[in-house]
């Protein structure tokens, strides 16, 4: 069967054929998310499964048996039928329930395959983790993001928002996917439409005294309690860090690419300190902090070289570091 020929039946049917893919060992995805799918296996019930006459059977090492016919390999564990459909011999099925069916058997093998369709699916829909939990009856749902943890010079930046039901911010992802101008942008729409909007800030000196994680838990733990100042969180879902909160979190790795709420945050995070390091970049232009916002760029570290640190300067970090041990007395500009 042609590609065009499935698309044609899965819109014939009012199904989303962005959101299907053909289910089998190494058979076709239907949206071109994977080039093979040989680890999702066909899902059926135990009737549809014993109807099949199969072209041969196999047991694999673990016991398991296994039947093939065609382009389709089945295992012995069965889902609802109600979980896919039938089109000219090809069996398709959600991406989002072949989510939460591997999500649900939590095998080792199956995490590669997980991440990136739960990347796929809030690519798609970046406020499915906030849906989930709207649908549990949480109302105040927080994102938490941080900016600044490689650059040489400054402090680490956090910001936690609390997005309302109806916002307004098409096209908001990532901040560092977005340019300036697009930041500045939702920067002050997020200010307007936020229920809650709060900043922790970090200094260098503090970063050196207790490490950059620990700096960015503090960071992030001071932005979460100056949101509560003005609004209300009954879940906070955080960009890859764990915290130990009394409120429930979340931490999801790509967080800022998944979760709007914590694009928001993210964004937050990144213009506030942007604005940080220009100002600095004003009293001390030779840095170029305008450009590189304190990261190790070729200009900043001949900067280093030719001037010297600044008291802004991470002095735990390798460069800085570096310079130190090479001139026993800090050359302070």
Known sequence: MKKEEIFTKLKSLNLDYDNCIIIGGASLVVQDLFEETSDIDFACTKEYYNSIDWDYDSTIDDGTVLKVKDCYSI??????????ITINGYKFM???????IKLGLNRKKDQKIIKKLDLYLCQKDNYRYERKLKEKGVSFIAGVDEVGRGPLVGPVVAACVVLPDNYDLDGLTDSKKLSEK??????????????????????????????????????????????LKNCKIEHILID?????????????????????????ASVIAKVTRDKMLYELGEKYPMYDFRHN??????????????????PEHRRSYGPVRDYIMNNQKENLV
């Open 75 to 84: 295992s012995n564990t069965f889902y609802d039928s109600e979980n896919y």
């Open 94 to 100: 959600t991406v989002e329930k072949v989510y939460e």
């Open 182 to 227: 697009k930041r500045d942008y939702f920067y002050d729409k997020i200010k307007k439409q936020a229920l809650g909007v709060g900043v922790g800030v970090i200094s260098e000196k503090i970063i050196d005294e207790v490490n950059i994680y620990e700096a960015t838990k503090m960071a992030m733990k001071e932005a979460i309690n100056n949101c």
């Open 240 to 264: 890859a860090m764990p915290l130990d909160l009394d409120i429930p979190t979340t931490s999801i790795i790509k967080g800022d690419l998944k979760s709007v709420t914590i694009s928001a």
């Open 293 to 310: 916002v304190g990261y190790p760029t070729r200009k900043h570290l001949d900067a280093i070289s030719n001037y010297g640190i600044i």
